[in-house]
């Protein structure tokens, strides 16, 4: 965790919740964990203030607890330093169950992000009270049920200590995670119609939460797949899919080198259950092969059992991907020149300054310029290799060697992208704060109309009443908006390159202490 | 006159062995002139241009020059026989400076004069060498200078042709393309369009002959070093035929433009120094405001 991370999850929270959780976050973020005294201590917050900012990120699962291992009867608090990054991407993953379950499903995901996990129960009675999608109950209950069994809710452990225990101890067993709740629609009308109390429902204390870790496994594909449309068509891509799809039935997700193997035969099966596609059909095993054989590596054959054992290769995958994307970084910051440098450093391996200029066909000046530029910039590193002193005659003779170490580089630019991404959320708050008489201006007097229009008022008094905003300011107002479009929009598109880095360490094959806790 | 006369006889001589003739050689070929008259003989020749003295071991050898090759002028002075003989010897490799001083026994300034002085002549000239762009080699006049020497195909004037590598990488480029285009017009299945769209060296190097943008003669090899610039641009691929040789086939990035870059945190040169206080904050950043704009 670098500093660029620590700033940008200290401003989410502090967008999200506000400036008190902010400062307890930040407390807990820079130790491992802290009982409720330290905190006290370190913050000088009341002690009430401190418990709330507690139970808020406790609720919204950012922080868990632990009896102390010095003294049983004090819980200390530690933060979950990856799930803060993905509030960012709540709206991400609303869409994506949008596009799976339609409006009543994202209706769902949202209440579920936004207001922290709750019973099922709950859920359903908000969704009903909030939305505009006059939907049956019946509806959402099965929308509930279908993301319950696809993974894409998961279930909180459950309280399980007694009522003496100082802490309070949770658990739940790994085959309960999905088990799908006993929702009493009956119910749930009768305390639509106040008759009975919403705690009393079946249900109560079974709480649900929203799954990351499938909502990344779906990015993940998405991802894979596109760039197999990208390079070899809609057909490969297509059979990619079932091919993934295939391999999950074997192979936990995030098992991190390569799949466990499938065979031809079972892809066979698959496709022509379920493809409408005559091409992909005719062509299969052309198109499993053309995958294979393609140097982005996505699947690898390992033998030759029921036509053709498979392994999808995750770890090489990422890698030709993430390599492609630092390919495409450097041309728009340097140039395609000092691409083509890149690209040369990491085929050869270990490459010296005047080999790289013959290689790469480029004058030799330029090619030293921006062998340096990239150097300065950490993309590529240098290795020396010093002889031992001419034999007393003459200065030491070293050889200088350029090579491309990923996970290296790979890390700098990740933290590149975080600050980025910070970037944007301060100057959109910053312009927010800059025009903020003229924002709240404008919503006063767009809450002025719209109790006028209620009320009924004539056209004119509206039309007067408008004309208070002037045309400049109108203007500037336009402006404003504009810039805050954008800079969310960039938020989203830096994120997706962020993930993809993410899961290139993810998956990178070596080991070290921060990739050995499954953060997913 | 008798001297003419001796120079003569030991010319005769001397052209007869074709090797070079030793002093011994001359005595028993001439037994009965004394050794004054031959010296002055030998001399004469060598003056005029006729012989020259070589040493081989502990002896002196005297062999006939080829009037033809020798071009210089008969108002040259010894020194610079010398000289123009030595990187006569150079061949179209040339001779660098200093090699010709150790040959030659001449000190810099008398040396450089010299030089100075043939190559205005027109007798030698200077190459620069493209390896090391300060180091001169010296060649005859009317030589042809060697490949390695001024790099061959891709140096015009030991200039390192930037625009004519580009001219061939878009060319080769396009044909790529234009063959993978061809190929998925075909629509015969997958492998089949991975199969045509493959080019090899031979049938680039046909295209780009046709075409004929290149003043310069260009080989296969020179294709090959542009076709593996293509394929570091990423713009191609290069895959081994089951025969040791390279095919190319032209493919398309497997990601769309990366989302860091469509900010300009992503191009800023100031990003390391970047932070919430300090001259170069997000909420001043002059790139950002443009960018907004």
Known sequence: MSIEYANLCSVVVKQVFGETVQIVADCLFCAVSRTLPAILKKTNLSRKEVSTALAVLIKYQLVVFAPCATNPFLAEYSLKREEIFYILRYPSYVQLIHSKYGPVGAAIAEELLHTGPQTATNVLLKCIANSEIKEKIETYRENFLAMVSDNYLIRLPQLISAEEDPVPKLQTDAYQYFAPPDINLHFISEVQAGKEKVEKAADAGIYWHANFSRFHQDFRDTVMIGAIERKLGTSASECFKYILKQMYERTDPWQKDCSNPFTFAEIKQTIEKKSNNLDLIKHLDQYVSLIADDPLRFIRKIGEMGGGQYVVDLNHAFEELTLSWFGSVITERYGSKASRIFRIIHMKKYIEQEELQKEAMIPAREAKLLSYYLFQDQFIQIKTIRKAGGGGTGPAKAFFLFHFKPRQSVRMILNICYKALYNTIERSNFEKSEHKRLIEKSQKLDSIVATMKERGESAEYIEEILETLTPPEREILEKVKTRIKTLSKAELTIDDSIFLLQMYLHHSKVETSLTTKDKK | ?293
């Open chain 2, 1 to 293: 006159m008798a001297a003419n006369d001796i120079s003569h006889e030991i010319l005769a001589i001397i052209q007869g062995v074709p090797a070079g003739a030793t002093n011994d050689d001359l005595v028993k070929g001439l037994p009965d002139v004394p050794a004054q008259a031959r010296l002055e003989g030998l001399n004469k020749l060598l003056q005029q241009g006729t012989i020259e003295l070589l040493k081989k071991g502990d002896k002196l050898i005297y062999r006939a020059k080829d009037p033809k090759k020798s071009a210089l002028p008969k108002d040259a002075d010894n020194e610079e026989k010398i000289i123009y003989g030595i990187i006569e010897e150079g061949g179209n490799k040339g001779i660098w400076i200093r090699d010709i001083r150790l040959q030659s026994n001449l000190n810099m300034t008398q040396l450089n004069k010299i030089l100075k002085n043939l190559e205005t002549k027109k007798l030698i000239k200077a190459v620069k060498s493209v390896n090391a762009s300060k180091k001169k080699v010296y060649m005859l006049y009317n030589l042809e200078p060697d490949r390695s020497v001024t790099g061959g195909a891709w140096y015009q004037d030991q200039d390192f042709e930037a625009e004519f590598v580009d001219v061939l990488n878009q060319q080769c480029l396009r044909f790529l393309q234009l063959t993978r285009e061809n190929a998925e017009k075909k629509r015969e299945g997958p492998l089949a369009l991975k199969r045509l769209s493959c080019c090899t060296v031979k049938e680039v190097h046909k295209f780009i002959s046709d075409l004929g943008i290149s003043k310069v003669h260009l080989d296969e090899d020179d294709l090959e070093t542009i076709l593996k610039t293509v394929v570091y641009d990423g713009s191609a691929e290069r895959i081994m035929m089951p025969d040791g040789s390279y095919v190319y086939r032209a493919v398309n990035s497997p990601l769309a433009a990366p989302g860091l870059v469509q900010m300009p945190c992503g191009i800023c040169p100031v990003i390391r120094n970047c932070s919430k206080c300090g001259d170069v904050t997000p909420n001043k950043c002059v790139y950002m405001t443009d960018w907004l704009d």
